[in-house]
């Protein structure tokens, strides 16, 4: 693959049909579909590195909170990215058994998002946590999910960007004959790998997890601007076409918007407070 991409600009057109990528592993009476493996990966990354933060001082919570998180946010992920699919880009699926067909694809950040924010919710009610300090735990472990699940995306061919003519586009199959940009990588750098390091060296280098919401402004406001800018180079769903011509944005953009503004409140709030004293939840002497 990284041969094809250096070559590109002295060639034709990558062609994605060259890449030798397969949409999954065959079982022979099953495809383990790699999308299914990226959020199974996601999620089991999440649950070990969960595991370790809180082992470092300061930990809002214990690990029998970390294993209610597992249950709770995979069905928010699962239920809230299928749900909010269908909600801002298909409505159709709501009248159609197509609606519980995960695996024919169609999830929505924004609305995993939702069911994850309402996870965390309910296990810090039943557990009387702090929910800007859990999030800010969870924040941290996301974008390794967001990351997986781009490159999954690119795997299958699926998501491609607009035409282009830059040195690295390429000719998806079912996407016409024009070259285009690659954009689940442009996702899987800016919503995934950038923010992997930012928030872990955050987090593991300095004291931004006594910033209560430090981290999850920092996530918010990452993956949210990540968003907006790829969505320049992305194609809109084909449903959707008109909706980004008549308002000049897409709906993942529109739907980006909010979240960059609270992610700048929440960071701006977190760091005009004063931090909380090692080890405790309570605010440090001035």
Request: charge should be positive.
């Amino acid at each position: 693959m990284l041969s094809l991409l250096a070559s590109a600009a002295a060639s034709a057109p990558i062609q994605w049909t060259q890449l030798g990528l397969q949409p999954g592993i065959d079982l022979g009476f099953f495809t383990l579909r790699f999308y299914s493996l990226a959020y199974l990966g996601g999620i089991l990354f999440a649950y070990w590195h969960l595991s370790k933060m809180i082992k470092a001082p300061g930990a809002p919570m214990a690990q029998r909170h970390v294993d209610d998180l597992f249950f709770y946010c995979t069905l928010g992920i699962i239920l809230g990215g299928r749900l909010g699919y269908a909600t801002f880009y298909d409505p159709s699926l709501w009248t159609s058994v197509k609606l519980f067909q995960l695996w024919t694809g169609g999830m929505s950040f924004h609305g995993g998002l939702m069911g994850v924010l309402l996870a965390i919710a309910y296990v810090c009610w039943r557990g009387q946590l702090n929910f800007l300090r859990v999030s800010d735990y969870i924040a941290v472990n996301v974008p390794v999910g967001m990351m997986l699940g781009r490159l999954a995306n690119f795997i299958n061919g699926e998501l491609w960007g607009r035409p282009a003519d830059v040195p690295w586009a390429m000719v998806f199959p079912g996407a016409g004959p024009l070259a285009r940009h690659p954009s689940q990588l442009y996702e899987a750098a800016l919503e995934g790998a950038i923010l992997i390091v930012i928030l872990m060296v955050m987090f593991w280098q300095s004291r931004a997890r006594y910033r209560p919401g430090l981290l999850v402004g920092v996530f918010t406001t990452g993956i949210a601007l990540g968003r907006f800018i790829v969505e320049f180079y992305r194609e809109p769903d084909s449903q959707l076409a008109e909706f980004a011509r008549e308002t000049g944005l897409s709906m993942g953009q529109w739907l980006t918007v909010p979240l960059i503004l609270l992610g700048v409140v929440i960071t701006v709030r977190a760091l005009m407070k004063p931090p909380l004293a090692s080890g405790t939840g309570t605010p440090a002497a001035a």
